[in-house]
């Protein structure tokens, strides 16, 4: 059988002898919606610019007020799109604060009926481009998610728990995302994100049963809190010294940490299963008492 070369210099560090390969850390990667779409809405009023300064002082004014508009549109969509794309990985979700894909449809909207304006041809024709632009802005990028996710249980307040404990700690993984990617090491970013893979296999594993909040909290809190912290001193160090040292220590704090994250993820699984077990006894148990069996084929 073929087995994958791996060894202390390889990219994974280590050698895995072919069986258990390291999780990629884009297992459960999924496509982002803020893309070309999001991207041209930074170009296409740039054009602006050059009305704004080839046309009188009104004239100016408006087009970069327009420009304005289009641009801070352009930056909602794209921050909306990755709400929504963060929204809708997880299981239990708050709606997002404010509803920037919205706004940015009515700032679209604005901003072409200013531009409009400022070409000349009285207020309908603006007016139509705006109302245009605002409803096109809309069809094309949908509407923010209006209603938490995972929250209409009867147990509403602990799904809300779940929701703030894994904000936290999702805070927390893209603090050590920012530290390491100061170090500019693709292989240590890429140690980074397979850790943040297994502790989000943690976080979806909370959502689904918000009963495992308190075991899981220590996970979620002290020791991701840890972990950026540790992340952040690693990377000052690597910056001034590039100590070996400290790098190996750093990187057997991740495996240290993956392992525990696994262990606590099929922990809590294991948990689950058996209150499966327990509530299908239960239920079968109840049905022989009151004289309920199974029809045999």
């Not at 397979?194 to 909040?213: H, S």
């Not at 899981?216 to 809190?225: E, M």
């Not at 994250?261 to 058996?274: C, E, I, N, V, W």
Request: no cysteine.
């Amino acid at each position: 059988m073929a087995r994958r070369y791996g060894g202390p210099h390889s990219p994974d560090g280590a050698d895995t002898g072919g069986d258990t390969p390291p999780r990629s850390a884009f297992a459960t990667a999924r496509r982002s919606r803020a893309g070309g779409r999001v991207n041209l809405l930074f170009i296409v009023p740039l054009p602006l610019v050059w009305q704004a300064f080839t046309s009188g002082p009104a004239g100016l004014v408006l087009n970069l007020a327009a420009l304005g508009l289009l641009l801070l549109a352009a930056w909602l969509t794209r921050e909306g799109l990755l709400a929504q794309d963060a929204y809708e990985a997880r299981r239990v979700a708050r709606r997002p604060a404010f509803p920037r894909k919205m706004a940015g449809s009515v700032l679209t909207g604005t901003g072409l009926a200013i531009a409009g304006y400022a070409v000349g041809g009285g207020i309908v024709a603006p007016a139509i481009y705006g109302v245009v632009g605002a409803v096109l802005h809309g069809l094309a990028f949908g509407l923010d998610p209006m209603t938490d996710k995972g929250a209409d249980s009867t147990d509403a307040f602990q799904t809300r728990r779940v929701a703030r404990a894994v904000d936290e700690a999702e805070k927390h993984l893209t603090a050590m995302s920012e530290a390491i990617a100061r170090t500019r090491d693709r292989t240590l970013q890429a140690r980074v994100e397979r850790f943040q893979a297994t502790a989000r296999d943690l976080f979806r594993t909370v959502e689904q049963d918000p009963r495992d909040l308190t075991a899981a909290r220590k996970y979620l809190s002290v020791y991701l809190l840890g972990a950026r912290d540790a992340t952040v001193k690693f990377a000052d160090i690597h910056a001034r010294t590039g100590d070996a040292k400290a790098r190996a220590d750093y990187e057997a704090l991740l495996d240290d940490l993956e392992r525990n994250f696994t262990a606590r993820t099929r922990k809590m699984l294991l948990d689950d299963r058996s209150d499966l077990t327990i509530e299908i006894d239960v239920l079968r148990d109840r049905l022989r008492r009151e004289g309920v069996a199974p029809q045999s084929d």
